[in-house]
């Protein structure tokens, strides 16, 4: 019976043999395949948690850089109805009156920040959200629960657009 226990210097040198600096060992592509699933585990939650964080700086950002936006062609909307767009960040509202008068506004609501529509057929702009009602003119608040009116653009008219700035 031959019963030899293996040292601890056979270990070593086992080891050796396995970490040799070849790319291709088990124990390297190993390693790489851990190396990439821990990148891509970090990549998983750090994303939505940046995108979380940066989410109000870059949206005050945006809504704090511009200033004016031109829409090509809006001048031919037609009367008694409304478009939707983009100021920076901000949904916004232009409307064309009956009357030929134009208005722009913010069009989050001032309650708790949905976003309002333009309802020709009862003169008013109305969050369904909780029931908020603002003047289809002036944009005041005059219903429901927005605290204040919405945010006012100043409306330009020309032949081949319409431009809305900040007040
Ligand atoms: S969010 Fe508009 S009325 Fe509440």
Known sequence: MHDEAISSEQYETFDDIEST?????RRGFVKLGMMLVGTAYAGAIGYPVYRYLATPVTRAAGASAVTEVALPDAQSLEAGSAMMFRFGTRPSMLIHHTDGSWACFD???THLGCTVQFEPQKNRIYCACHGGVYDMKTGD?????PPRG???YVVEVSDAEVVVSRA
């Open 107 to 109: 069009a989050v609501c």
């Open 141 to 145: 608040a005059v219903a429901g629960p």
């Open 150 to 152: 919405l945010k006012v």
């Open 21 to 25: 600096d070849d790319p291709l060992s």
